[in-house]
């Protein structure tokens, strides 16, 4: 894990004197450097904006542009900067930190196994992931082959039987480090760190949430001041009883070789508000315990942030939120309070009564969630504006549920003192190979393309014939043509054909194409029941086919219901319709129709791949009108 995107100060300062700059730069950059560390943002975005326009470096340039950036995205950060009650702190060795993170009693901390831990050899402290026993999805951070750290994903597809890890979308993955995501109990949020998105940082702390829309992570949003800081911020996790959040920071670290972990107070809904002193920030940053607070400290009002309309439009809309869910609540505990009293009357009248309060609270509460849904809808509006210019730590969704409990009370006085816990066992799974289907889509590109089989398929056939030589030409020789069919004929030449089609259209528009690709002399021939036939005969045997016999895979290998993940398969890799049956309490898939066998056994062969079983393939024979 890289300490920070930032060289340290020293090295900078060292280049900036080597890239030409004059001793008295190197000072303003230094003093720059101070002033961003002291969350004065705009000094030094000033500062860094001389520098600039003095160097003619184009590499020390660019550093400054990235000093800059983060220097603007803090002066956005602070104008919706949350406060969130800091109740405990400990120090934890680097290596191993999340290990004495309390509050996982239904989830444990396993080490990568090799065979997903990328270029393992660059890493030297333990890869670890968080797992929970029902997981079907499992997320971690690996190293690509550049050495560069981005989130992967594998899912369950059948027993112990897991697909092939893929990275996640280049929403969340970006050009910097991803490392330590946590996905949250309901699966709708991804926490991490990173240092290519939008920060102040080095590594800041993002969320991504689920979108159903789109069957995908959405864009991640920086969690804000302070939960990011101008140090190295390394993991954001919820306690599983939603009483605390504990995140874990380079900053006020004792050692290089050691972090910081700290607890809050959970908040579902924080209010965020610009902060207006300097010396607030600093303390804010330093995530002071408030109890060990000095009492006669009093802040200079330094004024170099500034407060909006828009942020204190955001936190009435916020508290607004709050005001109306607090109602829904009070009216929820009163109608359940009637219902049990209800059950203990016998008066005739008195049950009236009460079954009229009941309906009046039951009109009541519709009337409040739709104005809570009114509310969340403009509030949403406006974080999806703040993006651009801030961030905002989105609002959990089961804060808005009409059926949330109160909130316990939260004990600030808990103790927290390190426990280092011990790592559990990764499951044993077995990661099943990726299967890529050879691409039988006829196209010219820049480098001809050989096919994998050569074979005829049953029924109707269409190629393009190119040549047929004594002996086998180069690959350059095919001019771009994919995919290009190698065959032998009886007297021990090769056949070459281009491209296979099952109407003659597409195979008369494909010609046309290789005509021009430089093969003047290429012509149609056709293939019935993998023997040449003529084209004349071959466009009876279309014209005579429309009702001809189509086929579909019949997969008999989930009696309990197709996994996601096949699912998932099946549609990248065919358009075609996916059927279910259920036959003696067993479910039964059909895939089709297929025009021709071969389509067929390609989704077989993909879906034995991934240890599919009880897989058919069925004729459908329909019969002209």
């Known amino acids: 894990m890289k300490r920070s995107i930032l060289l340290p100060l020293f090295f900078v300062m060292a280049y900036s004197l080597a890239a030409g700059q004059t001793q008295e730069g190197a000072v303003k950059f230094e003093r720059a450097e101070s002033l961003r560390r002291e969350y004065r943002f705009n000094d030094a975005l000033k500062l860094y904006q001389e520098i600039q326009e003095e160097s003619t470096d184009s590499v020390f340039i660019r550093s400054i542009d990235l000093l800059i950036a983060k220097s603007e995205n803090g002066i956005q950060m602070l104008q919706y900067a949350s406060r969130p009650k800091v109740t405990a702190k400990i120090d934890a060795p680097l290596k191993d930190f999340f290990l004495y993170i309390p509050g996982l009693e239904k989830s444990f901390w396993a080490k990568l196994p090799d065979s997903l831990n990328y270029n393992i050899q660059r890493n030297a402290n333990p890869n670890p992931v968080l797992l929970r026993e029902d997981d079907k999805v499992i997320y971690f951070s690996a190293q690509d082959q550049d050495g560069g750290w981005d989130i992967y994903r594998i899912q369950q597809v059948d027993g112990s039987n897991w697909s092939a890890p893929e990275p996640l979308n280049s929403l969340v993955n970006s050009p910097g480090d991803e490392i330590y995501p946590i996905l949250s109990p309901n699966k709708k949020q991804l ?7 939008f920060g102040i940082g080095g590594y800041d702390i993002y969320v991504s949430n689920w979108d159903e ?5 959405g864009l991640p949003q920086n969690l804000g001041f302070p939960y990011s800081s101008v140090d190295d911020d390394l993991m954001l996790i919820n306690s599983e009883d939603g009483l605390f959040t504990y995140l874990v920071t380079a900053r006020n670290s004792k050692t290089r070789d050691s972090v910081s972990i700290y607890r809050f107070e959970y908040e579902s809904t924080p209010v965020r508000r610009a902060i207006t002193d300097t010396l607030e920030v600093m303390r804010i940053a330093s995530l002071e ?5 000095k009492q006669d400290e009093k802040s200079e009002p330094a004024q170099e942030f500034s407060t909006t309309p828009e942020t204190e439009a955001y936190t009435k809309m916020i508290f607004e939120v709050r005001k109306i869910q607090g109602e829904i609540d009070s009216i929820n505990r009163d109608i359940a309070k009637n219902r049990s009293l209800y059950n203990t009357l016998t008066n005739e009248d008195d049950r009236a009564l009460l079954e009229r309060k009941i309906s009046e609270g039951e009109f009541s509460l519709i009337n409040t969630q739709s104005r809570l849904r009114a509310a969340n809808e403009v509030l949403q509006v406006r974080e999806m504006e703040f993006l651009s210019k801030g961030a905002i730590i989105p609002r959990r969704d089961d804060f808005f549920k009409n059926d949330k409990k109160a909130e316990p009370e939260k004990p600030a006085d808990r103790p927290f003192t390190p426990q ?6 990764f499951p044993t799974i077995t990661i099943l190979e990726p299967v890529k289907l050879f691409d039988y889509t006829f196209a010219v590109g820049t480098e001809a393309v050989m096919a994998e089989d050569n074979s005829i398929p049953d029924g109707l056939v269409y190629r393009v014939q190119l040549f047929v030589v004594n002996t086998r030409p180069e690959i350059k020789a095919f001019k771009g043509l994919r995919p290009v069919f190698e065959n032998r004929t009886p007297t021990g030449k090769w056949l070459y054909t281009a491209g296979q089609f099952f109407r003659y259209s597409d195979a008369a528009d494909a010609l046309t194409k290789v005509k021009r690709a430089g093969f ?18 071959a466009r009876l045997l279309e014209e005579k086919s429309e009702a001809r016999a189509t086929f579909q ?15 998932e398969i099946i ?7 996916v059927a279910k049956k259920v036959l003696n309490g067993r479910e039964i898939f059909f895939i089709g129709p297929f025009a021709n066998r071969q389509q067929a056994e390609q989704i077989v062969t993909l879906l034995s791949g991934v240890g599919a079983e009880g897989l058919t393939i069925e004729e459908i024979s329909s019969t002209p009108e």
């Open 213 to 217: 829309k789109i069957n995908d992570w």
């Open 571 to 577: 549609r990248g890799n065919t358009d075609r319709d």
């Open 420 to 425: 280092l816990t011990a790592f559990g066992n």
């Open 289 to 293: 315990i408030p109890s060990a607070k």
């Open 520 to 537: 003047p002399t290429a012509m149609i021939v056709a293939y019935s029941q993998g023997k040449s036939i003529t084209i004349r005969n």
């Open 191 to 197: 926490y991490f760190a990173s240092s290519g998105h």
């Open 553 to 567: 895979v019949k997969i008999e290998g989930y009696p309990a219901g197709m996994p996601q993940p096949v699912l």
